[in-house]
T-cell receptor, first 115, second 113 residues
C-alpha cells in the first residue's frame, strides 16, 4: 500500500513551547489529510481535515489556534501544537487519502510529551 | 452522523484458534468498510477492506463479511498467531460524511502461544 511518513516519532518539549509534526505521503499525492489524537487504550479522535491549498476544517471542540494545520502541498501537511501544555501530551497520528472514496493510509504516529 | 459500534473490546484466544470481531454501523449510505491493525506505539495499518457491493472478501487468513441489510460487518482471523496480537479497529465511511472514516472503539486481540 501507499506510504505515509510522520516525523518525529517521539518528541519531548517544555511547557509553553511549540512543536511541529510533519506528515508526508511518499509515493502518492494526497488531496486530503487528516489529523487524529489518540489517548491510551482509546480510539482515534479526528481533530481536523485538511485539503491541499485550503484551510483546515476542525472538529468541534478542537482549538484551531492551538493546533495549527498547514497543507501546503499535495505531499506534506504539518500540525503545530502551539504553547504546549502537559494536557496536550498524547499520540498524534496523520492519515492521507488520494481522493474521495479511497482508502486512508496512516503515518506511524508521534508521541508528544510536554513537561 | 455515522456511529460505529465494535465488539468485543477485548478478545483472548489460543494460538491456532479463530477470532471474530463484529461491528455495526448506523448510516445506511455508508459504502466503504476498512479494518485496521494497530500495534503498540504505531499508527494503524490497513489490513483489509470491503465495499458495499460485495458480501465477503478474503485475504489469506483474514476475511471480512458485510451484511448491508443488518448494517453489520465482521473481521475473521483464522489460525491465529501471536503476532496477530494487536488492537483492531473497524471503520465506515460514506459520501454524506465526505468519506471521512468513522472508527469503532477498537478490539484488543491477545493470542496466547
Amino acid at each position: 500500500g501507499a506510504v505515509v511518513s510522520q516525523h518525529p516519532s517521539r518528541v519531548i518539549c517544555k511547557s509553553g513551547t511549540s512543536v511541529k509534526i510533519e506528515c508526508r505521503s511518499l509515493d502518492f499525492q494526497a488531496t486530503t489529510m487528516f489529523w487524529y489524537r489518540q489517548f491510551p487504550k482509546q480510539s482515534l479522535m479526528l481533530m481536523a481535515t485538511s485539503n491541499e491549498g485550503s484551510k483546515a476544517t476542525y472538529e468541534q471542540g478542537v482549538e484551531k489556534d492551538k493546533f495549527l494545520i498547514n497543507h501546503a502541498s499535495l505531499t506534506l501537511s504539518t500540525l503545530t501544537v502551539t504553547s504546549a501544555h502537559p494536557e496536550d501530551s498524547s499520540f498524534y497520528i496523520c492519515s492521507a487519502m488520494t481522493g474521495p472514496d479511497t482508502e486512508a493510509f496512516f503515518g506511524q504516529g508521534t508521541r508528544l510529551t510536554v513537561v | 452522523g455515522e456511529n460505529v459500534e465494535q465488539h468485543p473490546s477485548t478478545l483472548s484466544v489460543q494460538e491456532g484458534d479463530s477470532a471474530v470481531i463484529k461491528c455495526t454501523y448506523s448510516d445506511s449510505a455508508s459504502n466503504y468498510f476498512p479494518w485496521y491493525k494497530q500495534e503498540l506505539g504505531k499508527g494503524p495499518q490497513l489490513i483489509i477492506d470491503i465495499r458495499s457491493n460485495v458480501g465477503e472478501k478474503k485475504d489469506q487468513r483474514i476475511a471480512v463479511t458485510l451484511n448491508k441489510t443488518a448494517k453489520h460487518f465482521s473481521l475473521h482471523i483464522t489460525e491465529t498467531q501471536p503476532e496477530d496480537s494487536a488492537v483492531y479497529f473497524c471503520a465506515a465511511s460514506s459520501p454524506g460524511g465526505s468519506y471521512i472514516p468513522t472508527f469503532g472503539r477498537g478490539t484488543s486481540l491477545i493470542v496466547h502461544p
